[in-house]
Nanobody, 116 residues
């Protein structure tokens, strides 16, 4: 059964960069569009962006457009979230998600903290 595992989070200074990864266990991501979401303390989970199964189409929230890039390497069965020019407002737990048989499937999340 497909499960998602995020990795790559950590502590970074403002203006820095991180690359998050979303990899599956138990199956392949090849056939799925993948979304990235984040949830900051005391706030609702919000969409960051998404990528089509082919990787040809991406979409980003206005708050991250121009700073974040979603890509995928189907040969490595991994989807990436490259985050540049990070600010403290980007601090959150980041999740990837696919829709499996009409239901959302989430990873466990990875913490990103932007602080000096």
């Amino acid at each position: 059964q497909l499960q998602l595992v995020e990795s790559g989070g950590g502590l970074v200074q403002p203006g820095g960069s991180l690359r998050l990864s979303c990899a599956p266990s138990g199956s392949t991501l090849d056939y799925y569009a993948v979304g990235w979401f984040r949830q900051a303390p005391g706030k609702e989970r919000e969409g960051v962006g998404c990528i089509s199964s082919s990787g040809l189409m991406t979409h980003y929230a206005d708050s991250v457009k121009g700073r974040f890039t979603i890509s995928r390497d189907n040969a490595k069965n991994t989807v990436y979230l490259q985050m540049n020019s990070l600010t403290p407002e980007d601090t959150a737990v980041y999740y990837c998600k696919v829709v499996l048989r009409g239901l959302p499937l989430w990873g466990q999340g990875t913490q990103v903290t932007v602080s000096s």
